[in-house]
């Protein structure tokens, strides 16, 4: 099987490739990315030597390069990881968000259909679902009520994935997963970025009251599920993926400054995101049910080992910060 992998180059993306490809030793696999500010290429550095991946830079909503990509390359599967991902960004300037998550998602459905590809996954996200008050979770059949940009161009996205197979046929499945958290993570997101303030002996800060929740769910549990409703997941069909694991955000700022040694000085409470979703909780019983897919890696044990891996990885997060890893590509390509 060959799978065409956009936005591989990004934290989930490249964690699912390294996954991916451990789990199915004949699968030759192609990562997409335009390497954005967010797309790292040493991420996925330790695979990408294999005879059997290929990365190509291009730009989701390139028509013309995307088709070239896929005539070439033929894959029997596409699953779509590329976006633009931070809702704070999303806040400050919609357009891009719009293009990519929208546009690109549309380019990539297109392109599916000529070349008959025989699977298409998109990657979308609980956002879609909007905020929750202190009680319930969302089920797949919850109303839809994204309240940031960034939300509602992946609810946008998604629908469309609906409406392609509605339309055309085209065999589209899609994920709808909680917070992920693990390696790789770009640090302007909460974990990796209060890992590093700490670790820089700085404060922390934490929007609002701090009493917003999350269902934070290990990267390698979102892995395990998106190669599940990839290989057997029923086309046109929506999956929850949640980590059965809701935290407060005060939570999650008291385990990180415990785990860096740090106490409660570190934190301090800033104004709140505008549009800040008070509660996500996921209902998953579908994807148990039909699929057998449920999250394996406990809490405090993925936390404790993402820390560690930051720790360990300081050399990445700081090239990370000071911009250093976007000449990454051409360092990369000059010594192969
Ligand atoms: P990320 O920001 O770390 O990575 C995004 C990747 O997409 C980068 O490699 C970037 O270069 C690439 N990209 C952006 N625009 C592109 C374009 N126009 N063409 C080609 N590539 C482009 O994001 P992530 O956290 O790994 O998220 C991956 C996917 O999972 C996204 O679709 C996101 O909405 C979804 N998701 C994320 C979470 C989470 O907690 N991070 C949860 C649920 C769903
Ligand atoms: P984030 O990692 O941006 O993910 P999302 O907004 O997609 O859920 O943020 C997770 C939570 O942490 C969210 O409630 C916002 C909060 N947060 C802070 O309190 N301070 C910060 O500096 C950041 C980046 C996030």
């Not at 809701?246 to 409470?269: C, P, V, Y």
Request: hydrophobic fraction near 40%.
């Amino acid at each position: 099987m060959k799978v065409l992998i956009t936005g591989a180059a990004g934290f989930i993306g490249s964690n699912f490739v390294r996954y991916a490809m451990k789990a199915h030793a004949d699968w030759e696999v192609v990562v997409v990315d335009k390497l954005t500010y967010a797309g790292n290429l040493a991420n996925l550095e330790d695979v990408a030597q294999a005879p059997r991946f290929r990365f190509h830079r291009a730009d989701i909503c390139d028509a013309g390069a995307i088709g070239r990509i896929f005539s070439q390359e033929k894959p029997d599967a596409v699953i779509n990881f590329a976006a633009e991902t931070h809702v704070d960004r999303s806040i400050d300037d919609p357009s891009l968000f719009l293009r990519t998550n929208i546009l690109g998602t549309q380019t990539l459905m297109d392109v599916s259909r000529k070349l008959g590809v025989a699977r298409y996954l998109q990657i979308s996200t609980d956002e879609v679902y909007g905020s929750l008050g202190p009680a319930g979770r969302f089920s797949e059949d919850s109303p839809l009520q994204p309240n940031s940009p960034y939300a509602a161009s992946k609810t946008a996205a998604d629908l469309l994935a609906r409406a392609y197979f509605k339309t055309y046929g085209l065999p589209t499945l899609v994920t709808r997963c909680s917070n992920n958290y693990g390696p790789y993570q770009f640090p302007e997101k909460l974990i990796p970025f209060f890992v590093t303030l700490l670790h820089e002996g700085k404060q922390v800060p934490v929007y609002g009251d701090g009493m917003n929740v999350r269902d934070w769910i290990h990267v390698d549990d979102h892995s395990r599920a998106v190669l599940a409703v990839l290989l057997h997941g029923k086309p046109g069909q929506v999956y929850n993926v949640g980590g059965g694991n809701e935290r407060t955000n005060i939570e999650i700022t008291k385990l990180l400054i415990a785990a860096m040694g740090r106490d409660a000085s570190s934190m301090k409470f800033v104004p709140d995101r505008p549009g800040h979703d008070r509660r996500y909780a996921i209902d998953d019983a579908k994807i148990r049910a039909e699929l057998g897919v449920s999250p394996q890696v406990p809490f405090e044990e993925g936390l404790e080992a993402t820390v560690r891996w930051y720790l360990d990885n300081e050399a990445w997060w700081r090239a990370v910060l000071s911009g250093d890893y976007l000449t990454f590509y051409e360092r990369w390509y000059a010594n192969r």
